[in-house]
């Protein structure tokens, strides 16, 4: 059974500071994981998605990595804002024929101005 | 091009009525998920609907139930409802297995 586990939960940063979320997965056989962002009460927002066979994807100050041998995505946010304040999430896609797709818990990240 | 469209926007019912969600996916796109979102679960899987069919469910009970229709609009049901049903419901439209793009929500209460 495919499980995704986000680290930290919460986090605090002042602005201007690089950070890294992590997402670890227990099964290797991903067709593609993708990240999210969540604003309180609203729906999700897609940030990066990143394919199986990739290994990392950038979208401005964004960049997430993925290791699939060792079951780990990490994405790193440059020069953090206070509008980068949100909930992240990472979510698996399962492989061919899963057609299913499993959250983390998400990390709360909160940059103070 | 318009987003992934749910209503309504919120709801509440009391315990043992049935509820009929709908979600419209962006034009062009097949496939619809949706997902039950609570402070103590997250996200969870409830089913997806590719071309009318379903692909895959989640582990919920019987009262969850879902179907997609010809124009790829989808619609979820639950009867009989339980307070542990309050939640964000989410769905969530793709073309094949690409990247998910989500509506914002129905805020269901159960009291």
């Known amino acids: 059974k495919q499980e995704v586990t986000q680290i930290p939960a919460a986090l605090s940063v002042p602005e201007g500071e690089n950070l890294v979320l992590n997402c670890s997965f227990t099964d290797s056989a991903i067709y593609n994981l993708q990240w999210f962002r969540q604003d309180p009460g609203k729906g999700l927002t897609s940030l990066l998605l990143i394919q199986s066979s990739q290994r990392e994807q950038t979208s401005g100050r964004l960049n997430a990595s993925l290791d699939k041998s060792s079951g780990r995505s990490t994405l790193y946010i440059a020069a953090s804002q206070p509008g980068d304040s949100a909930t992240y999430l990472c979510?698996?896609?399962?492989?061919?024929?899963?057609?299913?797709?499993?959250f983390g818990a998400g990390t709360r990240l909160f940059v103070k101005a | 091009k318009a987003g992934v469209t749910q209503t309504p926007r919120y709801l509440i019912k009391t315990r043992g009525q049935q509820v009929t969600l709908s979600c419209s996916p962006i034009?062009?796109?097949?496939?619809v998920s949706w997902y039950q979102q609570t402070p103590g679960q997250g996200l969870q899987f409830l089913f997806e609907?590719?071309?009318?069919?379903?692909?895959n469910k989640g582990n919920f009970p019987g009262r969850f139930s879902g179907r997609q229709f010809s124009n790829s609009r989808s619609e979820m049901n639950v009867s009989t409802l339980e307070l542990g049903d309050s939640a964000l419901y989410l769905c969530?439209?793709?073309?094949?297995?690409?990247?998910?793009?989500f509506g914002s929500g129905t805020q269901l209460s159960v009291l």
């Open positions: 979510a698996v896609r399962l492989g061919t024929g899963g057609f299913k797709t499993i």
């Open positions: 034009s062009g796109h097949r496939s």
């Open positions: 969530a439209s793709s073309l094949e297995d690409e990247k998910l793009f």
């Open positions: 609907y590719f071309s009318e069919t379903q692909r």
